[in-house]
């Protein structure tokens, strides 16, 4: 069968903020399909950048059988239109979505899009078993699909699987170095990276989370450094980012992981869980090649760490960054506001961890956003603060806006604290970088190390122009601490 499988477009219209990552989920479905025979095509209107119109002239000439798209829960009102507009040019075409907004909002996607079914996760597993039985799925487990005008619902998949038998990612079938030297905020890496899951899932409850996988599966460390040793080879790859949510949730598998990853000198970041962190580990991931560890350390205040049941304490939050520190590695300081109990009082406390860490948070502070299967989601269903699913769907563009307000504060006085917090954070950064010679030094040396990466692949003409529009957008930029390498 002919499969052509989707990735849609950066659903914030701004082509420049995230970084254009390799599409995991989309890859390892891709191979298994391959595997069993099948014809498969990618289409990745967020690498290229597509508009609206663009997509449609190039869809118009490819030939398929099926399309499977990938989508977060964001992506809902463009995948209206998407859908709407595919479905006109082939009616008889199947098209199912995978993902978390298939996941999370099955019935509000089937009821409102023409889509003939749902993948509720596991994609490698469910995608190939539904390609043998599309006239009669309801033997296929963890599906959702319209019969008879009602959503029907399948039997749930294990969510234990042994992952090590799930071919690598299906590299070969995506302009992978579109993916290698991705820009970020328009400026391109500085080096030639691509992404790598160990683990799918996580064992924490985190109330803002939505998290895709409830179980947590582990590779071998063997079969991730097979996959390591593929992309460094034959594909040049010189930086790993680890995608998983806790790649060091197992102290030996860490350990050995490092053990096995330091001869092959490739230099890799990761996220870490401040509950699993252990100087030990954090040296010997140094001395293997580690450079970044990202934290989801969320805030400064007690108050809300329990609000969001985040398992955490301020005092593991300080000691894990120090020890980060400590260790050679820079920490990536992952921060929210606007969290049930956040009043000015809990963001002062917040701005007071990250003035006496001398820390930045990594980009922005992310607004608490209640996103489908995330427990404030529930609780917002269920209190009547969401009434109408398809409605709030359509709403929702990620965490960079406020959406429902959860904190104790109005709309007006949390953004107003937000920027005040940003800023105070900022100012008080750069003044200690001031007094830290050692530390200015690496970061300004990276900064003009990107830059001239930038111009070398882009010319000077144009790299200047780049820079000239980013910092006209976000002039604090000059001023970050460098953390994405
Ligand atoms: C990498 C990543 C990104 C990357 C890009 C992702 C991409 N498109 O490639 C970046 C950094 C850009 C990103 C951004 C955002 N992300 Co993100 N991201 C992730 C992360 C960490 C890993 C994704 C991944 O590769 N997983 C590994 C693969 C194997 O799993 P998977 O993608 O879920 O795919 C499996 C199944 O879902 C299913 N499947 C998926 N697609 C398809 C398609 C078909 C056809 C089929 C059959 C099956 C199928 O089968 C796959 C194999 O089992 C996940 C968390 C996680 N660990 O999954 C969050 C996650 C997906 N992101 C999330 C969110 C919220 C965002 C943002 C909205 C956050 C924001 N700041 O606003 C933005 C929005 C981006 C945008 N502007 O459009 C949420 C999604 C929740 C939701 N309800 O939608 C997640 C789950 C994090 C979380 N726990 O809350 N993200
Ligand atoms: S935020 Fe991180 S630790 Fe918390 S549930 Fe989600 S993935 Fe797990």
Request: glycine share 6%; charged share 30%.
């Amino acid at each position: 069968m002919k499969v052509l499988l989707v990735q849609p477009p950066n659903f914030h219209g701004d082509k420049d903020r995230e970084a254009q990552r390799f599409p995991l989920g989309l890859a390892y479905v891709a191979a298994v399909l391959k595997e069993k025979g099948h014809e498969v095509e990618i289409f990745d209107a967020w690498v290229n950048h597509y508009s609206k119109e663009e997509t449609l002239s190039k869809l118009k000439d490819i030939e398929y059988d099926i399309m499977g798209i990938t989508a977060m829960s964001p992506h809902f009102k463009y995948m209206e239109w998407f859908i709407k507009e595919v479905k006109g040019m082939h009616p008889e075409r199947k098209i199912l979505i995978g993902g978390a907004l298939a996941k999370y909002n099955y019935k509000q996607v089937l009821e409102t899009m023409d889509v003939d079914f749902c993948v509720l996760g596991w994609g490698e597993y469910v995608m190939p078993k539904l390609l043998e039985n599309l006239e009669d799925p309801s033997e296929v487990e963890s599906m959702a699909y319209l019969k008879d005008g009602k959503v029907f619902v399948t039997k749930s998949i294990s969510e234990i699987h042994k992952i090590d038998e799930v071919p690598f990612p299906a590299w070969d079938l995506f302009d992978v170095e579109k993916y290698i030297g991705a820009t970020r905020l328009g400026i391109a890496n500085s080096s030639r990276r691509m992404c790598v899951i160990t683990t799918r899932g996580c064992p924490f409850n985190c109330h803002f989370c939505s998290k895709n996988f409830p179980v947590v599966n582990m590779r071998s460390v063997d079969n991730v450094i097979e996959e390591i040793k593929i992309l460094k080879d034959k594909y040049k790859v010189e930086v790993i980012d680890f995608e998983d949510e806790l790649v060091m949730m197992s102290r030996k598998r860490m350990l050995e992981l490092c053990e096995k990853i330091k001869p092959l000198k490739i230099r890799w970041k990761c996220n870490g869980r401040v509950n699993h962190v252990d100087f030990e580990v954090l040296k010997a991931m140094k001395a293997s090649g580690c450079y970044y560890v990202a934290y989801g350390i969320e805030s400064g205040s007690q108050t809300i760490l329990d609000s969001i049941n985040k398992e955490s304490t301020v005092e593991l939050n300080e000691r894990a960054l120090r020890l980060t520190v400590k260790a050679g590695l820079i920490p990536g300081v992952l921060m929210m506001i606007g969290n049930p109990k956040e009043t000015r009082e809990t963001v002062r406390e917040t701005i007071n961890f990250c003035k006496r860490l001398h820390v930045q948070p990594v980009t922005q502070f992310f607004i608490s956003t209640p996103l489908p299967g995330s427990e404030f989601y529930r609780m917002c269903v269920e209190d009547g603060r969401i009434t109408d699913e398809v409605e709030y769907l359509r709403n929702l563009t990620g965490t960079y806006e406020i959406l429902i307000n959860l904190s104790d504060m109005s709309d007006d006085e949390l953004l107003v604290v937000k920027r005040e917090a940003e800023e105070e954070i900022n100012k008080a950064y750069c003044a200690y970088r001031r007094t830290n010679p050692k530390l200015f030094l690496k970061e300004y040396t990276h900064k003009a190390k990107v830059l001239y990466h930038h111009a070398k692949g882009y010319g000077i003409k144009k790299a200047a122009k780049d820079v000239i529009k980013i910092i006209k957008k976000n002039p604090r930029l000059i001023f970050r601490a460098e953390y994405t390498e």
